[in-house]
């Protein structure tokens, strides 16, 4: 069986070293997940090779069903351990400020209001209405960001060409700090999440 698009079980001799762990997360989030969305959203290179492909037209909203969940597997793999388990919006809000640290510096009631936003009317919306809700929608954003909030119209828009390259981006940059013998703390959430979501003991 898979468990990741190069790997499969057979391959692997569990306990695995947390270096690998990170490795299978890493391989399983870009090829099965955020470069599809890339792939579909802007065209490219397939990650082993073959015929370039095309974006996909109209595939703005499929792209966001693809990313939006990347939030609350961040938000959750980043959580200090604690005897009180968050709910699936607290991690999803979590993840979204890790992986765009800006919505940070933004007035605790826009910030609260935009996560909001994101969790409620574009996130469950696909996930629960198969489009999301009103004042989500698809732009392209002149300053290049991969998205924006106005809160004066309460008006989220994203980029779908933008927002899997963003992730991607987030994604590297995840997997160098797990990598980094320093970070042990970050190194010690991810392998509890990991260990949890594969039935580790």
Known sequence: MKITYKDDDSGLV???PIEKKIDVFYQQILGWQLHIADLI?????????????EPIQ???FAVLQICLSYFETIGKYQAPASGNRKRDNEYFKAGAQAVFPSIQSAPATVREKLLDVLWKDARCGLYHN???RRGVGLSQLPTGDAMAYDPGTQILSICPERLPRAL????????ADLLDLVN???????????DKDFGVK
């Open 14 to 16: 569990w306990p695995l």
């Open 41 to 53: 959203a802007n065209g490219g290179e397939p990650l082993e090779g073959g015929a370039r492909l």
């Open 58 to 60: 109209h595939s703005g």
């Open 130 to 132: 198969s489009r999301t």
């Open 168 to 175: 991607k981006d987030h994604l590297e940059r995840y997997r």
């Open 184 to 194: 042990t703390n970050a190194r010690r959430c991810f392998e509890r999440q990991f």
